[in-house]
């Protein structure tokens, strides 16, 4: 049998007084402090109705932003838990798909009322339906997958700094009052596009990162790597991460992390 361990953590940090972000580990959602479970891939309930983590992290202002990302995952979470899969990934991508459009229609309509004006969010997660990993996103938010010692971005930014970097600018030089950190898609924009990841076959040893730019943008790939690649259970990984960006970012930080463990004789 294989097994998966998921961990999750979330944080307001050192500089915010509320944390905007929200994080959907299986079915539990949650804006503070940890979550941790293990569970098998053939496990009955994870073969007939997938199994689900995304980090979603708000924009809008104190109320509107924390409102917007927990609208996000609460929909997300009941639109593709309410379809059965048996194992079906173009359903995995259907119930991905109009969830997130549920949650945008409905962030789109609160966000008509004055003091939830400019609410929004992004969005990045897996879907794992089997053995087979769909990821998935809206904004720069990210998914990442560390394998053989090397971390893989999964997701492209969307963002002007990214769009920036594809036409051969750099955002070095960027002044304070540079819009490079602009987002240019997710949650709350009427345009709102989901994008979706080639499904791939999980292997032994596999790490999955799904983090908010509060985590990955205080790291270097470098350090994630180094930790990642430490010989201590994930949670203590997973802790090291936030401990070592909560040194300069000024953001709330959110992080989960899924291990695929070695395949075990029943």
């Known amino acids: 049998m294989i097994w998966l361990t998921a961990f999750g953590t979330t944080s307001r940090g050192t500089v915010r007084e509320d944390n905007q972000d929200w994080m959907l580990v299986g079915r539990a959602l949650k804006n503070n402090g940890e979550y941790e479970v293990r569970f098998r ?6 073969c007939q109705w997938g199994w ?5 992290d708000g924009m809008g202002g104190h109320a509107a932003g924390s409102l917007a990302a927990r609208l996000t995952l609460e929909i997300l979470d009941h639109h593709f838990f309410g379809i059965p899969k ?5 359903l995995a991508l259907e119930s991905l798909r109009e969830g997130l459009e549920r949650a945008n229609h409905v962030i789109l309509e609160t ?12 969005i990045a997660g897996v879907a794992i339906i ?3 990993c769909i990821p998935f996103h809206a904004g720069d938010s ?17 963002s002007i700094a990214s769009l920036a970097e594809q036409a051969g600018y750099s955002p070095r ?7 490079s950190h602009l987002i240019t898609n997710g949650l709350g924009m009427r345009d709102m596009r989901l994008h979706t990841g080639s499904p791939f076959a999980l292997q032994p040893g596999d790490i999955l990162m799904i983090s908010s730019d509060g985590l990955h943008g205080a790291l270097t790939t470098e350090a994630i790597e180094n930790i990642l690649e430490e010989s201590i259970p994930l949670a203590e990984r997973g802790r090291l991460l936030m401990g070592e960006a909560l040194q300069t970012s000024t953001d709330n930080a959110t992080l989960i992390l899924l291990e695929l463990g070695p395949t075990v004789d029943r």
Do not use: I
């Open 52 to 56: 689900l983590a995304a980090v979603a």
């Open 86 to 90: 048996q194992g079906c990934q173009d």
């Open 142 to 158: 990210r998914v990442y997958r560390f394998r053989l010692g090397a971390l893989r971005q999964l997701t492209q930014d969307d």
């Open 41 to 46: 891939l053939d496990d009955d309930y994870v």
């Open 130 to 132: 089997g053995g087979t």
């Open 111 to 122: 966000g008509l009322k004055p003091e939830y004006a400019g609410l929004g969010s992004t």
């Open 173 to 179: 030089n960027s002044q304070p009052q540079d819009l």
